[in-house]
């Protein structure tokens, strides 16, 4: 496909774009240099979309459980698919970003994209028009900001951030593309949906409620433990909330205090991570983020964290 931003500088570990050029990239990507990410041993590289064309696929996929919602990930291309001259390059074998999904909601009003990953093709652009194209796109956070402004061009349609981190933008938005959230709102023209901002990771990180279901992101992230529901021993958690998942940096007790305050007025018995194998389900999912917040921080020795005062009423 053609790409406007085609030949700027993406992140090969994050997936962010930049405004420069991939023949002249900056010295560093900020968003890895911050405590939150990180630059792999392997050091810094970059890449474009124009070149990802060559190395990269993103495989759409549908809910087992809800025919409306489906999932967007980038892998790599198989060497046998690769041009010659390709095929024995190890860089050419890696997945594009931090692994994360891109999630299509189909609503009665129309079709939500909750966050991107950083990879855009003409198969993917077929997947999500004839489900009915985009009304809007909505981003927990910068890690998945990546080439937001290629998505918005390509669907027509607005693309939501919270101001709150807007500090973290690398690129310019020629078309007006971008619309700034400040608090919890329903989006214009999906009433049905609201973006929740609950900070925490990113002072903006935000969440999504639809229907029954809550899209977490990294706001609250699904453990290994949540898929076993029973037996469960005491101070098990399904959820855990950090400043920094691959640095294993944990969130302050008002910080997650905060994040209880903005999702507790909602209802919710499923909640959808940022990658896959992380969707949990289960009868009301409040209690089970509460428990996880007070076992996380009782744990870490906070003895006198607000959070346990509070209760699912």
């Known amino acids: 496909m053609k790409y406007e931003s085609g030949d700027q500088a993406i992140c090969f570990t994050c997936g962010t774009q930049y405004d420069a050029p991939l023949s002249s990239p900056p010295s560093s990507c900020r968003i890895c240099d911050d405590p939150r990410q990180y630059v792999p041993p392997t050091g810094q590289t970059w890449t474009s979309l124009n070149e990802c064309a060559q190395t990269q696929h993103n495989e759409c996929t549908t809910d087992a459980h809800d025919p409306r919602i ?126 929740i901002v609950a900070g925490g990771h990113f002072d903006g990180s935000m969440v999504l409620h639809w229907e029954n279901k809550l899209f977490i992101a990294d706001t609250i992230m699904s453990v290994p433990s949540a898929h076993t529901r029973t037996p469960r021993l005491p101070n098990t958690t399904s959820y855990a909330f950090m400043y920094a998942y691959p640095n294993m940096i944990p969130l302050p007790p008002h910080k997650i205090h905060g994040i209880w305050t903005a999702i507790a007025p909602f209802g919710f018995t499923r909640t959808y991570g940022g990658f896959a194998g992380q ?35």
């Open 70 to 195: 489906h999932y967007i990930s980038t892998l790599p291309k198989v060497a046998a698919e690769l041009p010659p001259g390709l095929a024995d390059t190890t860089t050419t074998r890696k997945q594009l970003g931090i692994g994360q999904r891109s999630i299509l909601i189909q609503t009665a009003a129309g079709n939500v994209l909750w966050d991107l990953v950083a990879f855009l093709d003409d198969a993917t652009v077929e997947f999500v028009r004839e489900r009915g194209g985009v009304k809007a796109i909505v981003i927990s956070h910068p890690h998945f900001w990546t080439t937001h402004l290629e998505w918005a061009r390509v669907f027509g349609c607005p693309v939501y951030l919270c101001s709150l981190d807007s500090q973290w933008l690398n690129t310019t938005d020629t078309h007006s593309a971008r619309h700034f959230l400040t608090t919890t709102t329903p989006i214009p023209r999906l009433p049905s949906v609201t973006v």
């Open 279 to 313: 969707n949990i389900v289960e009868t009301d999912l409040r209690p089970e983020i509460l428990s996880s917040m007070k076992i996380f921080l009782r744990t870490a020795g906070h003895e006198k964290a607000a959070v346990y005062d509070e209760f699912v009423s």
